[in-house]
Structure formats: C-alpha cells, structure tokens
C-alpha cells in the first residue's frame, strides 16, 4: 500500500479510536474500564533478591506545567501524586538518566522517591556520557548517587551502547570500566548493563563479550511492531532470543513506541476493540511485552494520572496473550507497518533544536493525522475546503510557528542523535513541502 492508496482507505474509513485526554493536554487511549477499582498489586518478576514490579516507571515524560515566565517545568505536585500511587499497587522500578528534561528528570524522580523508605523502590539511571572523558563520567556517576541521597544505584545502566567500539571508546579505554567495577564490587551499584541503539552487527558484538564481562542485564526496545518490523535488522524478536539464551534479564523501553501503540490506526485498533471490549488499545501492547518470561520489568513513560491508571489496571489483573492473540498482534503489525509513519517515539534525544525546531511536535501532529485520517489528500477530495483549512489550523496551533519544520537548515545535529536513525532532516523537508502545498491549495 503506498501512501496515496492508504490515506485513500483512511479518509473512507477510519474513525478516531476513542482518544481520553490527559489534564495535561497529552492523550491517552481511552480504555473503556476507567470505572474499575485498582485493586491488588502488579505481577513481581524476581532478580536475585529484588523483587521487581513487572511494571517499570519510566521518568523521561514526567507532566509538564507552565512557569510564570511560559517556560515548560516538570509539575513536581503531579509527580509526588502518580509516584504514590504507583509504589501503593508494587511499580517499584524507576528508570531515569541526567540527561532526561533537560537534565531535570533525575531530582524529579528523586524529589518524590525520597519521601518513601529506600528499600520501596529500585533505581536504575545511566551513565549518559556520549564522549571518551573519564572525569565527566565519574562526576555523573557520583551526582547520581548525590541527587537520589543513596550510596548505591540497584542497576545502573551505560548509555545508548551500538557496539563493542562504542563500549571501548567511551568505557573501556578511558578506565571507567574498572572504575565501574570496583564500584560494583564496593556495593554501590549492584547491577550493572546498558540500554541498546544499534544494529544486529553492534547487538552481536556485545553479545560476544558477554562471557568476559558478564552483563547483568539489558535494556532493549521491544514491542509488536518491532518484533520483526524493525527498521534494521536488530529485530526485538532477534535480541531476545540472544538474551534468553545467555539468560540475561531483560527490561523493556518503548513498549508503546512513544505512544504510537496507544493510539493506532481505528481500522486496526477495531479488531482489538471486538477481541477484548473492556481492554485499552495500549493495554494489548503491555499485555504482549509481559507475557515473555526473561522480561524483567516493561517501561512506560506515564505522563498523566490516566496513563498510570489505565497502566495499573493492565497489570494487577495481568493475564499472558494466548496463541490467538499473539497471532491477532502480529497481523495487525504487519498492517500497522504499511502505514506512512514517522518512526518517532518522542524519547528528545534531538532536542534542543539549536534553531528552535519543535522536532518531536512535528512529528506527533503528523503521524496523527495519518493515524486519524484526517491527511489532506487533493483538491478533488470531499469537504476539501474544510479539511485543508482544519489541518492547517491544527498545525499552527500544535507547532508554534517559529518552531515548524521550514525552519530548518538541515545542519545535521538531530540526525546525529536520534537512537531510531530517521533521517531528520529529509523527513522535516518532506513535511514542509507537504504543508506548502496545502497552503498554496495544490494538494
């Protein structure tokens, strides 16, 4: 299907798919069962001797506020009210990095932790240093420890790891591997991994060394679509079949695709909807990662109370996808994949844009349009008139202006730092060439 033929069928046949939206202003899939006590707590996965939530709190979407100036804060009172509530129903693994917000997710994280007994709660942060400089990575290592007022991280993770030469580069040959170690062996990291953006080539090369450092787990991208439509080769079907086999654990990031799983196409979120009526569309996407035994927590960015609720209900009434299920998932995928897409999971590592450039933004107002049909197709199209003015209006109210994708220059950095590996600036050209022509009324 190409992108003319799907926008075609979406334009005759979709309907949103029931979009909840967050105080925020965010969206979360409308679950149908928002009624429904939480009871209980969520499913534990053992490690050791942790004890690990099977649902992880993933800290790189904290709620956003406005300060008296109009800048964007993390709504500290927002994230004290989701953190109790989550560490009340077991969600006791709380994953961060000094580079989140900003530099900013870390003391949120730490802010609403510290009011709570340390042996409640698991933190796992990075060390996010992209450059071979032993002193700046020492320093973020000890501030972690500093912000979360602890003498040890339980897993400690290094950062965006492609390859064996990305790992002796930046660990080995500047001696913070050792470093490392000495501080494991101290106690004060008692788990040590990394979290992985590479290719099968960069998977497999760190999987050889695993023999000779012995990862205590690994953090990987997994979800319905990249089991095996993956944009390369490093299919989440391949690494965790890699890592089941070595018997290493397994935390998962993106489960949703930076949301995209909570809101998909209505065609395809229909069959879900008729196959589990009282179950949330983001639900079938947890339920999936969940149900794979080396996984040892799923990670969701919540950034509202709705997802958090919606998320707690998936897992204290957890159930594991049977055959026909798995099969249903694995279709609506392959659907799923033929879509027009922009691979974005909003994870920031593009911003800040040094032209201002609301990256992330422009992507999200794209894919759902697609998503929702509401893509101008041509002059010809029904309610054209109508459609064109509505998407265009849409634009401007989504992406300042002075932050939209004509905007760029095509200097490369975001290119340069995106773990997906779009091609940033092409697909920004392509973008404002659309929107041109909308506005010009020659589409």
Not at 90 to 95: E, K, P, S
Not at 119 to 142: G, H
Not at 226 to 235: C, E, L
Request: aromatic share 10%; proline share 4%.
């Amino acid at each position: 299907m190409d992108r003319r033929d799907f926008i075609k069928a979406s334009l005759a046949g979709m309907a949103t798919a029931g979009l909840a939206s967050c105080s925020n202003g965010s969206t979360a899939e409308g679950s149908g069962s928002s009624s429904r006590e939480i009871s209980g707590n969520v499913p534990v996965r053992l490690n050791g001797s942790d004890r690990v939530g099977l649902l992880g709190f993933g800290c790189m979407r904290w709620p956003m506020v406005k300060d008296a100036d109009g800048n964007d804060i993390i709504d500290q009172e927002a994230v004290n009210e989701m953190v109790d509530k989550a560490l009340a129903h077991g969600v006791n693994y709380y994953d961060s990095s000094p580079v989140y917000l900003q530099g900013k997710s870390e003391q949120a994280a730490a802010t609403a932790l510290l009011r709570h007994p340390r042996e409640s709660y698991l933190i796992a942060t990075k060390l996010s240093v992209w450059e071979s400089d032993r002193q700046k990575c020492i320093d973020m290592y000890r501030r972690s420890l500093d912000i979360y007022k602890t003498d040890h991280i339980d897993y400690y993770l290094l950062h965006s790891m492609n390859g064996a030469d990305n790992f002796r580069r930046r660990f080995v040959d500047t001696g913070i591997w050792d470093f490392l170690q000495k501080e494991k062996a101290a106690g004060h990291i008692r788990n040590l991994g990394f979290s992985f953006h590479g290719d099968k080539n960069g998977f497999d090369s760190l999987m050889a060394l695993h023999d000779s450092l012995h990862w205590d787990f690994v953090q990987i991208q997994m979800n319905y679509v990249d089991w095996t439509h993956a944009k390369d080769d490093a299919t989440a079907e391949y690494m965790y079949a890699e890592l089941d086999r070595r018997e290493i654990p397994i935390v998962i990031m993106e489960p949703l695709l930076g949301g995209r799983l909570a809101s998909i196409p209505a065609t395809q979120a229909e069959r879900l909807k008729a196959s589990e009526p009282g179950r949330s569309i983001a639900s079938w996407a947890f339920r999936f990662c969940g149900s794979f035994p080396r996984v040892l927590t799923v990670l969701s960015g919540m950034n509202c109370m709705d997802h958090l609720e919606d998320n707690l209900r998936t897992f204290t009434e957890f159930s594991e996808l049977g055959s026909k299920e798995f099969e249903l998932l694995y279709d609506v995928a392959a659907q799923i994949d033929k879509y027009p897409l922009i691979n974005c999971t909003g994870c920031q590592y593009c911003m800040p844009c040094p032209y201002g450039i609301d990256i992330p933004g422009i992507f999200r107002f794209y894919n759902r349009h697609v998503n929702e049909g509401t893509y101008v197709t041509s002059p010809e199209q029904k309610n054209y008139a109508r459609a064109r003015r509505k998407y265009l209006m849409d634009y401007d109210s989504s992406v300042e202006k002075v932050r939209q994708a004509d905007h760029c220059i095509t200097c490369g950095k975001c290119r340069k730092a995106c773990p997906q590996r779009i091609r940033i600036p092409d697909e920004l050209r392509r973008i404002d060439e659309y929107i041109e022509k909308v506005r010009r009324g020659e589409i």
